[in-house]
């Protein structure tokens, strides 16, 4: 298995809604990170997570809550979202930090 | 700080031809250097990647890369262009000092029939 998964592929949330968007890696990798990507932009990093405990977070708004429960799994609680959080929300792994990255396919979030 | 400039926002080429995408990096020590591909909705493709083995870097669907340390550069290069090679590209510089990945703003290229 060298890929990486994410759930859903699209999701419509208002700003009152509380959702979760999932990441999940059986390569063994031992670093998982959240991008985020508005169009036309490169990837922003939102938060790194290594030997499961989290090691960067970009000043990332509470309203954006990390979890890494287990070595192949990723987690993004979404809760009282704006419109301008729509974007498209990429997860990747790596073996260690830094190396290159392995990613998803990404989950396209709207915000009404 | 390491660095990655990616010098066209824009470059399209017609089916066929030659493909050149530059890139130039700031690092005061040996990088590591990777393009990325992207596709509309979809996520990133690794495409090659540079970690000071050999020079001339060969990855998927026939692009390649040279690392040239005294320019500072890392251009993708593809012989010939297909209509399937339309996508953004991104270079992209490992940090290992930081503990970072920087990317590049992109490159849009375009393939003309």
């Known amino acids: 298995d060298t890929e990486v998964t994410q759930t859903p592929k699209h999701l419509v949330m208002g700003m009152t809604n509380k959702k979760s968007l999932k990441c999940e890696q059986h390569?063994?990798?031992?670093?998982m990170y959240w991008y985020k990507q508005k169009a036309k932009k490169p990837p922003e990093l939102m938060f790194v997570y290594s030997y499961e405990k989290l090691s960067i977070n970009e000043s990332v708004p509470s309203r954006f809550s990390p979890e890494c429960p287990n070595s192949s799994l990723l987690n993004l609680h979404l809760h009282a979202l704006q419109p301008e959080d729509s974007a498209l929300y990429l997860c990747?792994?790596?073996?260690?930090?830094?190396?290159?990255?392995?990613f998803g396919p990404g989950t396209r979030l709207t915000v009404l | 700080a390491q660095s990655v400039t990616q010098l066209d926002s824009h470059v399209s080429v017609s089916e066929g031809t030659p493909v050149l995408l530059r890139c130039n990096y700031s690092?005061?020590?040996?990088?590591?250097l990777f393009w990325y591909v992207q596709h509309p909705n979809k996520g990133l493709q690794l495409l090659l990647k540079y970690t000071s083995a050999a020079t001339l870097v060969k990855g998927i669907n026939g692009f390649e890369a040279e690392f040239k340390k005294s320019e500072t550069s890392f251009h993708l290069t593809k012989p010939s262009a297909h209509m399937s090679d339309a996508a953004e590209y991104f270079c992209?510089?490992?940090?290992?000092?930081?503990?970072?990945?920087?990317f590049g703003s992109g490159t849009r290229l375009s393939i003309r029939p």
């Open positions: 690092s005061s020590y040996s990088p590591s």
């Open positions: 990747a792994s790596s073996q260690d930090r830094p190396a290159f990255l392995v």
């Open positions: 992209v510089v490992s940090d290992p000092i930081a503990s970072k990945i920087i």
């Open positions: 390569m063994g990798h031992r670093a």
